[in-house]
């Protein structure tokens, strides 16, 4: 088993990376991490070799950063094969207002990171994937696309912008036999939850999410809202007249507007 990760250093991507290795202990697994923090991508490849005796190969980049994650891609490919799954999780999300001029900058990397973040992961593997006629693309949006939320409408255009290009590169990929999985989950407790102050319905520990999304992928699911209470909510929003939605998320709390260092 060959899996290639981004977004690996914390929240989901560690978690998925860690649930990969627990699968696939002592099976000769391995894994490729990618994210911006090396000390953190290095002490996860510690934890999950002594642990679980599985390969980790690590890439300390920024999504942003296409050509860096070209070589990445290129050398993962060279050194240990095609990867089986490549899942692109890198995301970050920050409470944003239009009214800010100092918010144009977060706009901007918000978008960049969890948009064009996808576009950078996926593109140098698909020539191989193609020319091996099997493979599997895992994108991680969220429900928050479904519709736009007060306060974080970059955000929610991004994962918007997310549901529709994997949906755009599922059917792109379906002649050449390559899977493209969408999940969109709820509430997960990661650091990017951590600062928020309200209350986060079905809210599921990042660990048990990522067994999850491990099962979704082996399936293929082509589109999936984790948890299962949280895809009848995204389903109910959907068909939600605009004008009703307007007066629902008049009240609706604000993602706290905090400096992050990823700018």
């Known amino acids: 088993m060959k899996v290639f990760i981004t977004g690996a250093s914390s929240g989901i991507g560690a978690a998925l990376a ?11 697994a391995t894994i490729g991490l990618v994210a911006r923090r090396s000390e953190h991508l290095q002490n996860l490849r510690s934890t999950l070799e002594k642990s679980h005796q599985i390969q980790c190969i690590i890439y300390p980049l920024d999504v942003r950063n296409s050509a860096a994650l070209a070589s990445a891609a290129e050398e993962f490919m060279k050194l240990h094969g095609i990867p089986d799954v490549v899942i692109a ?8 207002l239009t009214e800010h001029q100092e918010d144009i900058a977060a706009f901007q990397a918000v978008m960049d990171i969890n948009v064009m973040g996808l576009v950078h992961t996926f593109q140098p593997f698909i020539a191989a994937m193609r020319a091996l006629g099997r493979g599997q693309l895992v994108g991680i949006a969220s429900v928050a696309g479904i519709r736009g939320l007060p306060g974080a409408g970059a955000y929610s255009a991004s994962k918007a912008a997310a549901i529709s290009y994997l949906e755009s590169l599922r059917v792109e990929m379906a002649a050449s036999n390559i899977a493209v999985t969408t999940i969109a989950p709820g509430y ?18 990042a660990d048990v999410a990522a067994v999850k999304f491990v099962r979704a992928i082996e399936q293929k699911r082509r589109f999936v809202v984790i948890p299962w209470q949280m895809g009848l909510v995204a389903k109910f ?4 007249p605009p004008f009703l939605w307007d007066f629902a998320m008049k009240k609706a709390p604000y993602k706290p507007r905090l400096d992050w260092d990823w700018l």
């Open 18 to 28: 860690t649930a990969y290795a627990k699968q696939n202990a002592n099976e000769g």
């Open 89 to 96: 999780c890198a995301g970050v999300s920050r409470g944003t």
């Open 188 to 205: 997960i407790r990661t650091p990017m939850t951590d600062v928020n102050t309200y209350k986060m319905p079905f809210l599921m520990d």
């Open 237 to 240: 929003m959907r068909f939600i």
